[in-house]
């Protein structure tokens, strides 16, 4: 079985690449509206070129898997801040497209923890609504829409997680069925448990993202790997591509949510071991802080594992 990895946004090896240069709304309003949208306009431009570099980059070091910063378009859902974000950078999107799709790279969003659909406050829905329509309008400018995925999580349990999760089957109903059709769920380290988030999924007919780590985190008796990892691979059946796997590992014993700069493979050993028993090829994404050099440096220690065969600067043969 194949698995191959990919990082989250930033290239750590590329010198001033950060692809999610940012602007902050009482910036634009000290610097006038005519001002600020140059600006808005540089700034954009700046982190599409960056994405742009970060891909080829990818390309060379034969890394399948990328996730788009989700900060690369500034202010772009922000309420008080009216402006095109699309047309002015089509051709840069449909660079990063055609590139995407020529070497076949597997692209995803992960917007972050308040786009959500668990609240009880119709504002926050209204929200993560716009926010996933942001997403999707820029993948659709990159013409990846119909097969790029955008990542959440479930929400918030607030005090009630039964009634927390009707509220999301409730509220995901008011999301375009074209949008829907590109997200996936992940299971989170302090709330949702693997199983409870697969249920969700399952009901929902949405892929789900194991992350590992949190499962580590937070898990109960009854959620075993071996008992886990077969139904959450059939919320992928039908969608044309591995089921993807976050991978991290623990900052420290003390600090064990956090994510270290490095993935400490014995951490994952448990992970692979299953993996190799059931046979299904997969993807794993990096959530390491050191990215890029973090999944470099973990190909490299699980190729010394018996068993494991490196065939790809960034792929995996178990």
């Known amino acids: 079985m194949i698995i191959r990895f990919g990082y989250v946004s930033h290239a750590q090896n590329l010198w001033e690449a950060t692809p999610a240069k940012t602007m ?20 954009t431009e700046m982190n599409l070129k960056r994405t742009l570099r970060i891909i080829h980059y990818n390309i ?44 076949k790279m597997r692209t995803s969003f992960h917007p972050n923890q308040f786009t959500l659909f668990t609240s009880d406050r119709s504002h926050v829905t209204d929200n993560a609504i716009q926010d996933m329509e942001y997403h999707y309008a820029v993948l659709k400018a990159m013409g990846l829409y119909q097969e790029s995925h955008i990542n959440l999580h479930v929400g918030g349990a607030y005090g009630d997680k039964k009634a927390a999760v009707e509220r999301f089957h ?42 590992y780590h949190h499962y580590m985190a937070n898990h109960t008796e009854n959620e075993s790997l071996e008992g886990v990892l077969p139904p959450v691979f059939h919320t992928w059946d039908g969608v044309g591509m591995p089921p993807k796997i976050h991978i991290s590992s623990p900052k420290s014993d003390k600090d064990f949510r956090s994510h270290a700069d490095y993935v400490d493979p014995n951490f994952i050993r448990p992970l692979l071991k299953k993996l190799k028993e059931l046979g299904t090829p997969v993807d ?34 178990l």
């Open 284 to 317: 794993f994404m990096i959530e390491a802080k050191e990215k890029d050099r973090a999944l470099l440096k973990v190909v490299e220690n699980f190729a010394k594992f018996r068993g494991v065969k490196r065939v790809g600067e960034a792929t995996l043969e």
């Open 24 to 43: 902050t709304f009482t910036r634009y309003q000290q610097l006038g509206h005519e001002a600020a949208m140059d600006q808005l306009h540089r700034i």
């Open 60 to 103: 060379a070091h034969e890394i399948k898997l990328y996730r788009f910063s989700s900060s690369i378009i500034p202010l772009a859902t922000h309420d008080k801040v009216e402006w095109d974000y699309i047309e002015p950078f089509r051709h840069l999107y449909e660079e990063i497209g055609r590139l995407v799709q020529k070497h």
């Open 170 to 211: 409730k509220n995901i109903k008011k999301l375009p069925k074209r949008i829907k059709k590109q997200m996936t769920l992940e299971n989170d380290d302090k709330t949702y448990t693997a199983l409870e988030t697969l249920n969700i999924c399952q009901k929902e007919d949405i892929p789900m993202m194991f992350d």
